[in-house]
């Protein structure tokens, strides 16, 4: 179908033939033709709700969903209501994540077909993301009672069992659905979830395996969750084939954290501490990252300046990672330490950090931060070079005093401390956790006082024992980890599950022994029985997924060997006072040296949190060294867009252009973008998310001068978008730039935006001009060095020697402004 015809269908009025073709075109992928067809039709009808929810639906297809968004709602607005128009909206906000608003649009959808089942999946998926799981659930089994064999409704169906904690219902619905569609991995990956929870381990792996069958070779990220899998399988040799082989053609954030949980597992630390940096591009900690003020220090000097080192995570990891305090401050800072107001107490006596403030509250302006996580990359902290020198925390010795009284015990006596469950909010609480009722055993040693250090909930156990059993309850007295610390410091061991408590006693020199399920966290690694952190832990692990009983009988029977031997508190685990050297200045700055090859990595820059390649030639280099790309190019630009403005990028690689300019164009503008490279787009996607950028629309098809619909369009011309605004077209790639213009004539001549397009030769920059004032421009030359002597980074070493860019900037010849050019020199 021609523009020509659909345009006389409009005229004719032939609208349901009209709305047809659109959207066959648009199914096709010919979106151009589809989209100028309906706008011709909508002149001659502008209040046509049909017309409007075609012309919308057509942009949702294309992939143009704030547009979208906008025509959708503005049909809304006027009162017309289709099936079709609450289907989108739905679907538009459940992506976007406004839920609420998601769950109001899947209702009236609902409502309006109640029989249409994907109106019900589509609320399912709403519910859950809410977290209203038992609601997701009943919609299913509704669905399920109109069409029992619906595959998408017993997979929801099961997903939501599983998160209710019953793998076995879940499990029957897997089945059931995986009788029907035998080659769904997601069903595959489900089932060895649902028989991973019920200890079903052999069969567990045997679905991971038809999964991973399955899978081979598809163009798809199911190698994260069959990675992911795999690893609380504990099968890390597994974990880490799948990552290396998937990672570099399907970069993905999921993928990376999986992996460096692998490494990191593996004592492959220096890799590890490098893909760790991917949690930042994941919740909770994306919202923490933006509280960050400052450069962040990636090794520069520190000679007479403050570091803030800001603390994340849980309790257990800011003390074992605040030993890299005295690392930071023999590097010449003053060191600021954000830490949970928990934790200040304990902290402020550390004569290696100046000053402690609440993270909660207004954070100070350093000339440098850095997470406490991300100080051992910089170190490059391998098993070997670890800071395990103990203790590194300190009891307040008057409150320990205070406290020795209320822990003495007859002469002889052990005195042991207990803590038997963690946190319940978190993730994996229910395989780390144990009751007290389960530690019967070992309450009944002879000549050990056994003294709680357990916080609520759980201490609430304690009167279920017998009197004769019962620890005594410490829990009230403990308001702080400065409290908690008082108490260890006066016990001759401490018996714990993986809790903050574990590391405190680390920390503090204290014997810890810890009881760990069968897939503990990195940091206890694999088989040891020590921990290369403390030095005086003892690790007790489960040799079978969920059996406690073993573990605790272990622990009591090392317990009563002691005892027996008469053996006091240095007995319990070794010390040391090994005094590591810093690491040398020359290695802090290297954090590029743990990267493999065709793997993505992550940087704090200027523009934003990115995922980067630091294998791409003079971008991937800047990116790492100086946490920028050509900057001077950015600021030129911002001289030209204004907020509200629509932008135009084609070739923006991973976007550390794009984040900056869809900053300046504001919420009320938008940005185009064109990235024909897959690997590249995909960075660009996620560094979108990543920096909570709404205001920038990914195009599938790359731009060319004209569109080929002979199989659908494998290319589409700015002209093709029918924009109504345009303030610049960026042309990051010279090769294609003539074709993109080719493409855009009738938009260059009827918006008028500035046009800047790079180039490798002044022969190819005058080419592009030559083409540009065909369409009534004046050209500018503009040479920027690589090395941006304010670089974000603050580095002083130009690591490009005079190497200049090359781009070309083009105003409409109508257009006088001086500010626009300074600096540029113009091609005559």
Known sequence: MTKATV?????DGNAPLLLNEARELAAKGCYGTALAGLNRALLSAPGSADLLVARASVLFAWGRTREALEGYLDVASRGAQPPELMSALGWLYLRSGRLQEAE????????????????????????????RIDEAAS???????????????????????????DPISAEAHLRHALGIAPTNVTLWINLSASLRNQRRITEAIQALDEAQRIAAGADDDSFVNIAASRRILDQLSEVLSICEQNLPERPNVDGNRVYAYALLCAGRLVEGWHHNEF???????????????GTPWRGQDLGGRTIVLHVEQGFGDAIQFIRYAPNVKALGATVVLAVFPELERLVSSC??????????????????YCHLLSLPRVFGTTLSSIPCEVPYLHADPGHAAHLSVRLQTEPGNLRVGLVWAGNPKQARDRDRSITLQSLRSLLGAPGVKFFSLQMAPAALQLEDLPQALRPTNLGPELRDFADTAAAISQLDLVICVDTATAHLAGALGKPVWVLLHKDPDWRYLEEREDNPWYPTMRLFRQRRAGDWTEVIERVAAVLLQHLQAGRGEEDFARKTTVDLPLVPRSELVRLSRAHRRGLSAVAETRAGIVQYFPDEPIVGDSIDWYG????????????????????????????????????????????FVYEPRPLMRRLLRENLAANAIENVTVMMNPPGASSNEAEGPRTETIDDLQLRQLLLLKINDGEVAREVLLGAAETLWRLRPSLFMTADSDAALRTLASQARDYGYRCWKLEMPLFNPDNFNLRTDDIFPGRKAVALLGIPEEIEDESLIRGCVELS
């Open 104 to 131: 109001i649009w899947m209702r009236r959808w609902l409502d309006a077909e109640p029989g249409e089942i994907a109106a019900r999946h589509g609320l399912c998926r709403t519910l859950m993301a809410l977290q």
């Open 628 to 671: 920028e790309y050509l900057q001077g190019q950015v600021d030129l630009l911002a001289r030209i867009v204004t907020s509200g403005a629509t932008l135009i990028e084609v070739s923006p690689g991973i976007g550390i252009h794009t984040l900056q300019l869809a900053v300046a164009a504001g919420a009320g503008g938008e940005v």
């Open 139 to 165: 919609l299913c089994d509704e669905a399920l009672k109109r069409t029992p064999h619906d595959v998408e409704s017993l997979a929801l169906l099961a997903e939501c069992k599983l998160r209710l904690n």
């Open 279 to 293: 949690r930042w591009l994941r919740e909770p900690l994306l919202s923490l990252r933006r509280a960050a003020q």
């Open 351 to 368: 004569t290696c950090i100046d000053r402690v403030v609440n993270r909660n509250g207004p954070l100070p302006h350093g000339d440098y």
């Open 7 to 11: 345009a006389s269908s409009a005229v």
